[in-house]
């Protein structure tokens, strides 16, 4: 890897004689991702930059861009901004498809300039005016959605930096942004366990324990405001919002358990969507077009997957893979692209993530080591959150349903039951 | 005797009313004393024995009554037992019950794995058929495919989003193997597809086609319920009700039936 | 004050004598000074007085005495009743036990529900609440679903043994809430089980 790197270095410091070879070579291996296959990411050279908060800002870019496991980041950390036109030649041979260039303005703003290396042009150029306060969880969601801008206009993809994903730890929910920063309490929950998100960002409902039962409760973040939405006494959990976010659904009942659909905005009162004469019916999941629901159901005895239609007609089990095959597979989740729907299966008697392909029906299998439980998909259908105990707690992961790479997202107290928010447009 | 005593004792005072003291004799009157004291002697051994009677009677009566408690004690008993038989019995056959329901729900899976396995049987059937020599005289009609395997197709393309080319599959089947029991569930995907794409129209038409068609088929009381939730989507709430009523009538073991008395609950 | 004390060590004889005396002492016979005799009455009345005093004494401290003895006596018995009801009520709470990813009910657990009977039909106006948890394994939100099955069932039974359904909640807590920690069978086997709860009514508890 480093003999692979080293000659087009020796090339960049003839060509250039800059301090920012020298610090190149002395930053190689920083190019991150040289373990998967060439060529089918493309290449980001980011620039040094200058700024208050240049450091900052750059450091958050360059992991998102990593994160989002689409393009091979170049990025060495230190050297000044090269001044004059861009030597395009010297980044082909480094490697880089296109060039980044950021610079903080006096007023905060963070102007954006991509080159593109093969058509030697800039490719977009944009300002950002910031004006949240510099490290506050504002500022680095407007700096995640700079990172989500520039995947987009390098891969024709939109980036999920900009995201944020909920959890259960101690009993409550709390918050992390998807770089793993920013970890905070969900404030006004009490109990709260199996969060969702309405397809706005704005709203969640979740799971809410009492002495009573268990309720569903609809919350409004940015008004603070709650409401329990589940209409009858018992076990009320796993509530999920239609992708219209007109309707939630979610598991209700006192013996055996069916799935509900309550509308939101009133009108009719709660319908039922499934028949499952004293089984057990949960984990509800939208496909992304809302006219089907995929959920779990001991209606045969071990919990599996199946999929009805959303006005609980045709009902029909997804995973079968032979006869007599009786697993545990639980905890689905539909992707948002609408081509596969991940869940949990027990294999060796422990949990596995696994996803199944809706077109044929093909079941890949994307952990091996420790329990791994409770996948959901990130907007881009491509990254995965689940819990994970293989750094020997409960913890949240973050895994590339494509390239299988993973990284640790919580760190600390027991954390489970991550749900991936949708791009969020608001702080 | 009891009878002249007691007259005797009623002449007694009218006699010495009547007669006077003048003309009583000591005899009369010692007479009269004696027949008194024979009347007073014979009413107490009278009363003693009434008393002793009622003495027996009422220790009959809680001989009886402590028969009858004894009785009550037993009956509790025994329904304390009928009870915790009736208990178990009714939790046996709640358990029996739910077996027999996932009997069906094995039976349901089980069919729709058999087609599964049929389908892909015919694929490698096709891929067996398709000419390995030079032969390529009538390679179409071998590799074409068999009903199980255009609904599987089907229903892929439908879970996926990819509506015509799944429709393409149920049309294939329904006009290729119109005599396959695949077909009613073929002509319900074809209305699914429709329904799908927003085209609640044709939807309706297809899905009442499936009714028409194939009315004992395991699909018509789905379909009926499709076109009950497209009726009360546009607000035609009689209609709605009209077919939810229909499905409890005609179909009163099917899923479609228990969803759809959810909608008629507090309806007439 | 010294001359006087003759008079009353006279005083105290005849208080003696007259104590002394049988129930209906016949008036000591009048002395033969006149004098004598007005001091007398008056020592008498006195006497008689302090008698009365003395046993009125007596009367209250016997009282007292008895008051002490009841109230000891209703405390113990207080105690033993609410160490009678202590038992029952944890008799009561004695939790039963489920089969892995099962909720019907084991025949043990059939006879720990049989022993809450008694106390269920001596106190009708008694609520209960019954909460169903799993062990660790399943999925989380799985095991809601089963939590609240075995909790039903357990809830169904009671009700087949005509205890009235209104009386009886149920709730499920899933693996959210384990009876022991630990990641092995011992553990689980502890955890997948149904508590039982007065919620109404536990403060008159009568005994059956």
């Not at chain 1, 270095?9 to 003839?14: E, G, H, I, R, S």
């Not at chain 1, 998102?64 to 170049?74: A, H, K, Q």
Request: glycine share 8%.
């Amino acid at each position: 890897m480093s003999r692979s790197l080293v000659r087009p270095l020796l090339v960049a410091l003839a060509l250039l004689g800059l301090p920012l070879a020298s610090s190149l070579l002395a930053q190689e291996g920083v190019r991150i991702g040289l373990t998967y296959t060439a060529g089918t990411r493309p290449g980001l050279y980011v620039l040094p930059m200058r700024g208050a908060h240049a450091d900052s800002i750059r450091a958050i870019l360059v992991r998102d861009l990593d994160f989002g496991d689409r393009i091979s980041v170049i990025a060495p950390d230190s050297g000044t901004p090269p001044t004059g036109p861009l030597n395009y030649a010297l980044y082909g041979r480094l490697g880089a498809a296109a060039v980044l260039q950021v610079v903080q303005q006096v007023n905060g703003a963070v102007s954006i300039t991509l080159h593109e290396v093969g058509a030697s042009r800039v490719l977009q150029e944009k300002t950002y005016p910031i004006t949240a306060d510099p490290d506050t969880p504002a500022w680095r969601m407007a700096i995640h959605r700079i990172s989500d801008d520039i995947e987009e206009w390098v891969t024709g993809v939109r980036g999920i930096a900009a995201t944020r994903i909920m959890f259960n730890r101690g009993g409550t929910l709390w918050m992390v942004d998807s770089d793993g920063a920013n970890v905070q309490r969900v404030p006004g929950v009490g109990s709260g366990l199996h969060p969702a998100w309405h397809p706005n960002g704005r709203i969640i409902a979740h799971t809410e324990f009492a002495d009573d039962g268990s309720h569903v409760v609809v919350r409004d973040l940015a008004e603070g405001t709650a409401r329990r939405v589940s209409f009858a006494l018992g076990a009320n959990f796993t509530p999920t919002f239609s992708p219209d976010g007109k309707t939630l659904v979610f598991s209700s009942g006192v013996d055996g358990t069916d799935l509900w659909a309550v509308r939101l905005e009133g009108g009719e009162g709660p319908v039922r969507v499934t028949v499952g004469r004293g089984s057990e019916n949960a984990s509800p999941s939208y496909s992304p077009d809302g006219r089907r629901i995929a959920f779990v159901s001991g209606r045969l005895g071990r919990p599996e997957i199946y999929i009805t239609d959303s006005d609980g007609a045709n009902p029909q089990w997804l995973t079968t893979t032979g006869f007599g095959d009786q697993s545990y597979r639980s905890d689905p989740s539909w992707a948002p692209d609408g081509r596969h729907v991940a869940f949990q299966t027990q294999i060796e008697g422990r949990f596995q993530i696994a996803i199944i392909n809706l077109r044929d029906r093909s079941v890949k299998q994307l952990t091996i080591e420790g329990a791994n439980e409770q996948p959901s998909w990130a907007p881009d259908a491509r990254h995965l959150v689940f819990t994970s105990n293989r750094s020997g707690s409960r913890q949240l992961w973050v895994l590339d349903s494509e390239s299988g790479r993973m990284r640790q997202l919580t760190h600390g107290v027991l954390a489970r039951m991550g749900a991936w928010s949708p791009r969020l447009v608001v702080p | 005797m009891i009878g002249r005593r007691f007259f005797r004792l009623g002449l007694a005072p009218v006699v010495i009313l009547t007669t006077g003291a003048c003309f009583a004799t000591r005899s009369d009157v010692r007479i009269l004393q004696e027949d008194l004291q024979v009347v007073r002697a014979e009413r107490v051994a009278a009363d003693s024995a009434l008393l002793r009677a009622i003495d027996a009677v009422t220790a009959d009566l809680t001989r009886v009554s402590a028969a009858l408690a004894d009785l009550a004690d037993t009956a509790r008993a025994s329904s304390a037992t009928m009870m915790r038989l009736r208990g178990d019995v009714r939790s046996d056959l709640q358990s029996i019950g739910q077996q027999l329901i996932m009997i069906q729900e094995l039976t349901g899976q089980s069919q729709r794995r058999i087609q599964e396995l049929r389908a892909e049987m015919e694929a490698r059937a096709a891929e067996l058929a398709v000419p390995i020599t030079g032969d390529t005289s009538r390679p179409t009609a071998a590799a074409s495919p068999g009903p199980a395997q255009l609904y599987q197709m089907g229903q892929d393309q439908l879970r996926r989003g990819s509506v015509s080319s799944a429709r393409a599959a149920y049309l294939q089947l329904l006009t290729q193997h119109p005599t396959s029991d695949l077909a009613p569930q073929a002509l319900y995907g074809v209305a699914e597809t429709w329904a799908d794409e927003g085209n609640g129209v044709a939807a309706d038409s297809v899905y009442a086609l499936v009714v028409q068609r194939y009315p004992r088929s395991e699909q018509a009381p789905n379909a009926l319920y499709k076109r009950a939730s497209s009726f009360r989507s546009i607000g035609q709430t009689e209609q709605a009700m009209s077919i939810y009523r229909q499905i409890v009538e005609q179909y009163p073991r099917s899923d479609a039936a228990l969803l759809a008395q959810e909608f008629l609950r507090g309806r007439p | 004050m010294n001359a006087r004390l003759p008079m009353l060590a006279a005083l105290a004889a005849t208080v003696l004598v007259v104590s002394a005396c049988p129930a209906p002492t016949p008036p000591p016979p009048p002395e033969p000074v006149v004098n004598q005799d007005s001091i007398d009455a008056a020592a008498r009345a006195r006497a008689e007085q302090e008698r009365l005093a003395a046993e009125a004494e007596a009367r209250r401290r016997a009282e007292a005495e008895a008051e002490a003895r009841r109230r000891a006596e209703a405390e113990a018995a207080a105690r033993r009743a609410a160490e009678a009801l202590a038992a029952a009520r944890a008799a009561f709470a004695q939790a039963i036990y489920y089969d892995y990813d099962k909720s019907d009910l084991k025949p043990e657990a059939r006879a720990t529900l049989d022993a809450k009977l008694p106390l269920l039909r001596a106190n009708a106006n008694v609520r209960i609440r019954i909460a169903g948890h799993t062990d660790e394994r399943g999925s989380d939100a799985y095991n809601i679903a089963l939590g609240q099955r075995r909790a039903a069932a357990a809830k169904r039974y009671l009700v087949d043994q005509g205890i009235a359904a209104d009386r009886i909640d149920v709730v499920s807590f899933g693996e959210d809430r384990p009876a022991a920690m630990g990641s092995d069978e011992s553990a689980w086997s502890r955890n997948r089980r149904a508590e039982f709860e007065i919620i109404v009514g536990g403060e008159t508890l009568r005994l059956p």
